[in-house]
């Protein structure tokens, strides 16, 4: 019998506790337009219950009026959990010309560092010597006398500190909009003399699960454990990926198995099973059952802790918990309600969660394994338990893939196409490894490393390190630059939906609603297309080392740079987002020139030779790489309509150009600042 799953009443409150969030995210509203509706609705939905509980008549308005309050409990926790409503947060201290700032803050995470600068996140303390609260990201250059910082130092830094920016280049990846989902706002970027590392530390939970981790880490390390396979096992077991090289995320991205390096439901539910079988000699009365459930969630919470509650540990570890108190409390769990319970829950504390990639995958992963693995499952029983054990892999592997397939290519642009042969080698020596990795660390925590075990789980990681390269090495099998916008995404889930519905219990209604949600994709795809089709637009790039121009009609792109971007065209991650933003291609390449015409304008591009024609006359002015020209001196001949620097010139020359265009009232626009610029 298929399940109705919209029907539970949990799931319905979920929806709406989650389309309160996305509302108050999206609408900005003032806290007084939530919560003066919300104290009405909650009052009447009392006085309905404690006055028509009995009447049957009024259970359809109790649930309506349910479900209301809870979309404004949604947007109410959305609104409250913004620290910049607060107005001792940072972003309303900051000075218009500031730009360097004494700051005094708490360090809380450790981040991948870049190759400039180590990076952690922090919680501000005070700035400019005021109180003030707020995460904040805090970049330190790199230096070889730069001593270890733990979690929960507290630092004075002395440095430039910068607001979230839109991205340098078009349909780039918003950094600055993801950063701020996680509540940070900025980033202080220092020297490593001007940072001074102060005696006190606040001990929080995070600050003891650092020291565990490092304690662990470096029992290892001192055992050689080799650094490559190393920065593997700390990211499986201790959700630590900082370490990781570019090439093995890569790998593992392009094999298919990125999810195994980030601990989540698949690690989590390993622990449950593990610590299930050490406790099974516990007597099963009702007493037991309950010593084991406190031990159980101990232990799942206790590794969420270790992991560093990242969004997927913390769901993973709070779904499983229900699962925990439905098996030993020997209750009927319905899986659906679980998922809720746990999104919920997390929601409720962190609203921002909802807008974060992995939660955001990992939940539609779990509800499609749910959903649609029995309906794969029931293709074909296999008589052996072996080919079962693996026939499972497969439908479990499916049933997520197509279920983050959209959301997936809407993201990444990309698809592993192999994924389920990686899984189908991997998956089965997961729990090996988990186990045995949980088993090496357990004893290095308490300072004891068996080299025969360490050994092994360092060829174990090692021989997985080589398959995932392997599959990945088919490149073939990648689909990469795959264009879709949002639109054409809720269309693909239209399709996914529709069809799993249809396969479920075939009807002709629900064929025809199949072939409509194919339709809609199709009409949304050819609009998206057309409407590319037909727009124009030239662009200068934001890029520190080379210049960068393109002129698009259409979906054929004309790209002027120098030899190096023109060689290298493909490898070029800005380029690229564009292209596949816009569905379009490169057509011609060519070095880029003094003049340009674009929709009746003339474009006058004066680079590090500084020659140009006087009497050229443009209306718009690009200077590159620094030339020697004196715009005073140039505006007496002629004034453009607009001038244009792009980030290869040097900072004091944009210094100047900036003062003498406001001088004499010409707009100016620094890509380095701005952004891209777009005609």
């Given amino acids: 019998m298929e399940m109705k799953v919209i029907q539970f009443p949990l799931i319905k409150i979920t929806l709406c506790f989650v389309l309160g969030i996305t509302f108050a995210h999206y609408t900005k509203l003032n806290l007084i337009w939530i919560l003066f509706p919300l104290i009405i609705g909650s009052i009447s939905l009392i006085v309905n219950f404690i006055f028509n509980k009995n009447k049957l008549n009024q259970k359809s308005y109790f649930g309506i009026l349910t479900l209301i309050i809870a979309f404004l409990i949604g947007s109410f926790t959305s609104i409250v959990n913004n620290q910049t409503l607060n107005s001792e947060h940072y972003i309303h201290h900051l000075g218009l010309n500031d730009t360097e700032f004494n700051t005094e803050l708490i360090v809380r995470e450790k981040l991948k560092n870049t190759s400039n600068n180590d990076r952690y996140v922090a919680s501000l303390i005070k700035l400019n010597n005021k109180k003030s609260y707020g995460k904040i990201i805090v970049n330190i250059r790199k230096d070889s006398v730069l001593p270890t910082i733990e979690i929960g130092s507290h630092l004075k830094v002395l440095g430039s500190l910068y607001l979230n920016r839109k991205p340098n280049n078009p349909n780039q990846f918003d950094y600055g909009k993801y950063l701020e989902n996680q509540q940070i706002y900025a980033q202080i970027y220092a020297d490593v003399e001007n940072i001074k590392i102060g005696s006190k530390v606040d001990k929080s939970i995070s600050y003891y699960a650092s020291l565990?981790?490092?304690?662990?880490?470096?029992?290892?390390?001192?055992?050689?454990?080799?650094?490559?396979?190393?920065?593997?096992?700390?990211?499986?077991?201790?959700?630590?990926?900082?370490?990781?090289?570019?090439?093995?995320?890569?790998?593992?991205?392009?094999?298919?198995?990125?999810?195994v390096l980030s601990v989540s439901g698949l690690h989590v539910g390993f622990i449950l099973l593990f610590i299930t079988?050490?406790?099974?000699?516990?007597?099963?009365?009702?007493?037991?059952?309950?010593?084991?459930?406190?031990?159980?969630?101990?232990?799942?919470?206790?590794?969420?802790?270790?992991?560093?509650?990242?969004?997927?540990?913390?769901?993973?570890?709070?779904?499983?918990?229900?699962?925990?108190?439905?098996?030993?409390?020997?209750?009927?769990?319905?899986?659906?309600?679980?998922?809720?319970?746990?999104?919920?829950?997390?929601?409720?504390?962190?609203?921002?969660?909802?807008?974060?990639?992995?939660?955001?995958?990992?939940?539609?992963?779990?509800?499609?394994?749910?959903w649609l693995q029995p309906l794969f499952a029931s293709i074909w029983k296999p008589k052996y338990w072996l080919v079962n054990y693996f026939w499972e892999i497969v439908t479990v592997s499916f049933a997520a893939q197509i279920g983050t397939l959209p959301m997936s290519i809407y993201y990444f642009h990309q698809f592993p196409g192999l994924f389920f042969v990686t899984n189908l080698v991997i998956l089965p020596g997961m729990s090996i490894i988990l186990g045995l990795g949980v088993f090496v660390m357990t004893l290095a925590a308490f300072d004891w490393?068996?080299?025969?075990?360490?050994?092994?789980?360092?060829?174990?990681?090692?021989?997985?390190?080589?398959?995932?390269?392997?599959?990945?090495?088919?490149?073939?099998?990648?689909?990469?630059?795959?264009?879709?916008?949002?639109?054409?995404?809720?269309?693909?889930?239209?399709?996914?939906?529709?069809?799993?519905?249809?396969?479920?219990?075939?009807?002709?209604?629900?064929?025809?609603?199949?072939?409509?949600?194919?339709?809609?994709?199709?009409?949304?795809?050819?609009?998206?297309?057309?409407?590319?089709?037909?727009?124009?637009?030239?662009?200068?790039?934001?890029?520190?080392?080379?210049?960068?121009?393109?002129?698009?009609?259409?979906?054929?792109?004309?790209?002027?740079?120098?030899?190096?971007?023109?060689?290298?065209?493909?490898?070029?991650?800005?380029?690229?987002?564009?292209?596949?933003?816009?569905?379009?291609?490169?057509?011609?390449?060519?070095?880029?020139?003094?003049?340009?015409?674009?929709?009746?304008?003339?474009?006058?591009?004066?680079?590090?030779?500084?020659?140009?024609?006087?009497?050229?006359?443009?209306?718009?002015l690009i200077l590159t790489h620094s030339p020697k020209v004196n715009l005073e001196r140039l505006f007496m001949s002629w004034k453009p309509q607009q001038v244009v620097v792009d980030a290869t010139n040097f900072k004091t020359y944009i210094k100047v150009w900036k003062a003498t265009c406001r001088k004499e009232k010409i707009p100016f626009h620094d890509t380095a600042e701005k952004g891209f610029y777009k005609l």
Wanted: glycine share 2%; proline share 3%; charged share 20%.
């Fill in 212 to 259: 565990l981790r490092n304690k662990i880490i470096h029992n290892l390390e001192k055992n050689h454990f080799n650094k490559t396979e190393l920065s593997v096992v700390v990211a499986l077991i201790l959700g630590q990926q900082q370490d990781i090289s570019q090439e093995v995320v890569r790998d593992y991205q392009y094999a298919g198995a990125v999810h």
């Fill in 277 to 370: 079988f050490l406790l099974k000699p516990f007597p099963n009365t009702k007493r037991g059952s309950i010593i084991k459930l406190c031990i159980v969630i101990l232990s799942l919470w206790a590794f969420g802790i270790l992991a560093g509650l990242a969004p997927s540990v913390v769901r993973s570890v709070t779904m499983f918990s229900f699962v925990a108190v439905g098996m030993f409390l020997r209750r009927s769990i319905n899986i659906y309600n679980t998922l809720a319970v746990s999104a919920l829950l997390i929601l409720l504390f962190q609203p921002s969660f909802l807008f974060d990639i992995g939660f955001q995958l990992s939940y539609v992963a779990l509800y499609f394994i749910v």
């Fill in 449 to 620: 490393v068996w080299m025969p075990l360490l050994k092994l789980l360092e060829w174990s990681i090692w021989l997985l390190n080589k398959i995932i390269s392997w599959v990945a090495s088919f490149e073939d099998f990648i689909f990469r630059d795959i264009p879709l916008n949002s639109y054409m995404m809720w269309s693909c889930y239209f399709i996914v939906f529709s069809f799993i519905i249809w396969a479920k219990k075939p009807t002709y209604k629900k064929l025809m609603i199949s072939l409509i949600a194919i339709l809609s994709l199709q009409t949304i795809t050819f609009y998206a297309k057309y409407k590319s089709q037909k727009e124009s637009e030239f662009i200068v790039f934001s890029k520190k080392k080379t210049t960068i121009i393109t002129e698009r009609q259409g979906d054929k792109v004309a790209l002027y740079a120098n030899d190096s971007i023109l060689k290298t065209t493909g490898d070029n991650l800005a380029l690229k987002s564009y292209l596949v933003a816009n569905f379009c291609k490169i057509k011609s390449k060519e070095k880029v020139s003094n003049l340009y015409y674009f929709k009746n304008k003339k474009i006058l591009v004066v680079d590090s030779s500084a020659v140009y024609l006087e009497e050229e006359k443009p209306n718009i």
